[in-house]
């Protein structure tokens, strides 16, 4: 099985830098995914990751090292819309690639 | 285009009862899923169809639950009888890629369960 670990709670202000660590456990990695869901919604995606280095999109970067089974997610310029959970998820290959995701991390902006 | 839509939003049930949870994917996303989350707990994958077939229920938790997707449209999920810990959110999502790797699931915005 896969399992993976990110923290509970992550706190910043408006307008910094905050990362989102994410570490996993699988055989057969494939990619790693980043979703956001804010309360009551559809956690969305945002980013994804299936080889070593960083991606970028606009506010938000996603960043793995396959060799340290490790990813993060950067969010710059924080706005207090981003105050939301953020769930990486792990794709493994052999089958049907399903993510599995971790428990999730929530972030709280403040003013 | 329509995103994934689940109905109802809310239900609340008592122990014994039965539920049937809806799910409309995206038209023309042939690979369904269905996933729960228990409060403060991962979002737990149950089961992937593409079109009308069942192509992995590793994650059904037993047999009271049912998931179906006749014609391959829109799928439902039953719960019977339902029980104490069923209670969580059930999301539903959909992808275009048959293989699901190349292309993001989009979700619905959940069925809030509670079984009393």
């Known amino acids: 099985g896969q399992s993976l670990e990110q923290p509970s709670e992550v706190t910043a202000v408006e307008g910094a830098i905050v990362q989102i660590n994410c570490t996993y456990q699988t055989s057969g990695f494939y990619g790693l995914s980043w979703y956001q869901q804010h309360d009551g919604g559809a956690p969305t995606f945002l980013s994804y990751n299936a080889l070593d280095g960083l991606e970028e999109t606009g506010r938000f970067s996603s960043f793995l090292s396959r060799s340290d089974s490790y990813g993060y997610l950067l969010l710059q310029e924080l706005q207090m819309k981003d105050s939301a959970s953020y769930f990486c998820?792990?794709?493994?290959?052999?089958?049907?690639?399903?993510?599995?995701f971790g428990r999730g991390t929530s972030l709280i902006v403040h003013p | 285009e329509a995103g994934v839509t689940q109905f109802p939003s809310h239900s609340v049930i008592e122990k014994g009862q039965t539920v049937t949870l809806r799910c409309d994917p995206i038209s023309g996303h042939d690979n369904l899923y269905w996933y729960r989350r228990v409060m403060g707990k991962e979002i737990k994958f149950l089961l992937h169809f593409v079109k009308e077939s069942k192509q992995d229920e590793s994650g059904m938790p037993n047999n009271r639950f049912l998931a179906e997707r006749t014609g391959g449209t829109y799928s439902t999920l039953k719960v019977q009888p339902a029980e104490l810990e069923d209670s969580g959110v059930y999301f539903c999502?959909?992808?275009?890629?048959?293989?699901?790797?190349?292309?993001?699931?989009?979700f619905g915005n959940g069925t809030r369960l509670t079984v009393t």
């Open positions: 999502a959909s992808s275009q890629d048959p293989t699901g790797h190349l292309s993001p699931l989009h």
């Open positions: 998820a792990v794709s493994v290959s052999g089958g049907s690639y399903i993510p599995t």
